[in-house]
């Protein structure tokens, strides 16, 4: 199991792998949605907005209301993707991460993971 400053570095990669990406693109496939990460191991939740093709206000959480986007895995699968070990849709496709969104959701994020 990771630790949890090890996710929150994870958390702030990831956000930074994001803004890599070609600002148009994001834009495009990227409309306002509420995301939420949580780390079932840890018991710990990060919330953000997409907006305007980029991830913004990623903080800790305690979540109240469903997200419009929600993605729930274990601690040592966030770090092996951010580590590149673990591609998102392999981890996807064996279960280890549940993606709770709609069709155009799933479809979007696929584009730029």
């Known amino acids: 199991m990771a630790s949890e400053d090890e ?10 792998r994001l803004q890599h990406v070609d ?3 994001r834009k495009k496939h990227l409309p306002e ?8 191991d840890l018991d710990m939740s990060f919330c953000g907005t997409l907006h305007d093709g980029e ?3 990623v ?5 109240d209301e469903k997200p419009n986007i929600r993605l729930t895995m274990d601690s040592d699968v966030l770090i092996d993707m951010n580590e590149g070990r673990l ?6 496709a064996t279960r280890r991460v549940n993606l709770d ?6 479809l979007r994020l696929r584009s730029l993971l």
């Open 87 to 92: 591609k998102f849709a392999h981890a996807w």
């Open 33 to 40: 949605r509420t995301l939420e990460l949580t780390l079932l």
């Open 55 to 57: 991830l913004v206000d």
């Open 101 to 106: 969104a709609g069709i155009r959701d799933l």
């Open 23 to 25: 600002h148009d693109k």
């Open 59 to 63: 903080l800790e959480c305690q979540p």
């Open 7 to 16: 996710c929150r570095e994870a958390v702030r990669e990831l956000v930074k």
